[in-house]
């Protein structure tokens, strides 16, 4: 069982940077592959970036690509999320995701966290 807590949503203006932070139970937290994804008002849940237990491997969403980058801290079982230049199309809710296998899918995805907001204004 994996138990996912995030924090470091908030407000913030345009082209400005938030850092989230996604703290996870469980002893063996570097096997597992974790990730984001956000929900926008009205939109359906999607895939952001996701890293690989060793932190190796890393993926993006095209939208997102060179201004965030997500990154692990094995040692202290958490996963983040920089995100830099904010745009005011990256206000959603943003979910921390773990699983054993990578997938941009909801569906496929075992263990969620609560979710942060994070609103950028114009």
């Known amino acids: 069982q994996v138990q996912l807590v995030e924090s470091g949503g908030g407000l913030v203006q345009a082209g400005g940077s938030l850092r989230l932070s996604c703290a996870a139970s469980g002893r063996t937290f570097s096997s597992y592959y974790q990730g984001w994804f956000r929900q926008a008002p009205g939109r359906e849940r999607e895939f952001v970036a996701a890293?690989?237990?060793?932190?190796?491997?890393?993926y993006y969403t095209d939208s997102v690509k060179g201004r965030f980058t997500i990154s692990r801290d094995n040692a202290k079982n958490t996963v983040y999320l920089q995100m830099n230049s904010l745009k005011p199309e990256d206000t959603a809710i943003y979910y921390c995701a773990a699983d054993r296998l990578f997938s941009r899918y909801v569906s496929d995805v075992n263990y969620w966290g609560q979710g942060t907001q994070v609103t950028v204004s114009s």
């Open positions: 890293i690989s237990g060793s932190g190796r491997n890393t």
